[in-house]
């Protein structure tokens, strides 16, 4: 970390800790690090899906921006409410060649306070719907605009596991951090990530029957590289599989992924919560709170 990242890692560390702190014992609590919370089925009825959340322990939300409007709109939910932050870029599916305007707009919004990181970006060579060639150029620019803004970055990989390994290390990625969000290979693709000292996150895909490699992830990951995610209004975990997606399904992969590693729920909470606040420089909720009161 260094630069302008630090400045701000350390500006909002001591904004948090100079005042009198209610208690630092940290209760059950997940983040949900990647939910696209403007999306309109989840949008028209956010005060009522972020109250589900609260109720099931998901106390901090990442909502994660896909374009310049998407980004805008994460931008200003994160702003209008405590416990959502953000992120700014543009998605694969959307890739172009970035104008000097578009940069600018994104430089400008990922300045705001509340944005946690640069992404999604990365590469879909599932879907398909840009070139590749597109899309590989519309990566590289967003990883030196991160690279610029000290940001860490959210890579959205779909069939491109070698490629994008290959693109994440030119870049030095681990520099910033990173997280290769809705993991999707296997161990032996999570390993080659975690050489790079990326995070791996995990979504509802793996509380399904046949997802044995991605479950073989999830038992395997070391537990400082691992997060949690529900990609909301996608992708919902058993067992509302087929149903939109809202953050508080979270709770049904945390389960999942305690059963699988024969640990505690609580433990999972615990040490998937510090990893997202290591990784995105979240501030802890408690200490908000506190702070807040306070003021
Ligand atoms: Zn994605
Ligand atoms: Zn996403």
Redesign the pocket.
């Known amino acids: 970390m260094s630069g302008e990242r630090l400045r701000r890692h350390v500006s909002r560390k001591s904004r948090y800790a100079t005042k009198d702190l209610v208690s630092r014992k940290e209760t059950t609590m997940f983040v949900d690090t990647h939910c696209h919370l403007d999306f309109d089925s989840l949008a028209q009825d956010l005060t009522d899906t972020l109250a589900r959340a609260q109720s099931a322990g998901v106390r901090q939300l990442i909502t994660i921006g896909i374009d310049l409007p998407s980004s805008h709109s994460a931008v200003a939910m994160a702003e209008s409410r405590n416990e959502v932050f953000a992120t700014v870029g543009v998605?694969p599916h959307n890739a172009c060649q970035l104008s000097t305007v578009d940069i600018d707009k994104l430089v400008g919004l990922s300045r705001k306070s509340k944005v946690v990181a640069f992404g999604?970006i990365g590469l879909d060579f599932y879907r398909n719907y840009q070139p590749h060639s597109v899309q590989l150029s519309s990566l590289g620019q967003q990883l030196d605009l991160a690279r610029d803004l000290n940001l860490p970055v959210v890579i959205?990989d779909r069939d491109a596991h070698g490629k994008i390994l290959e693109i994440l290390k030119e870049h030095r990625t681990w520099e910033l951090g990173g997280v290769m969000?809705?993991f999707s290979g296997d161990w032996s693709f999570a390993r080659r990530c975690l050489d790079l000292d990326l995070y791996l996150s995990i979504a509802g895909p793996v509380t399904f029957n046949k997802s044995k490699a991605l479950q073989e992830v999830a038992r395997n990951c070391p537990l400082d590289r691992l997060l949690l995610e529900t990609?909301a209004p996608f992708l919902a975990p058993v067992p509302k599989r087929g149903k939109r997606n809202e953050p508080a399904f979270l709770i049904h992969t945390a389960e999942k992924i305690a059963s699988l590693r024969n640990m505690p729920l609580a433990e999972l909470a615990l040490q998937t919560t510090k990893n997202a606040r290591r990784l995105f420089n979240l501030p802890n909720p408690a200490e908000v709170a506190a702070l807040n009161r306070n003021e």
Do not use: F
Request: aromatic share 0%.
């Open positions: 998605h999604e959205h969000h809705c990609d």
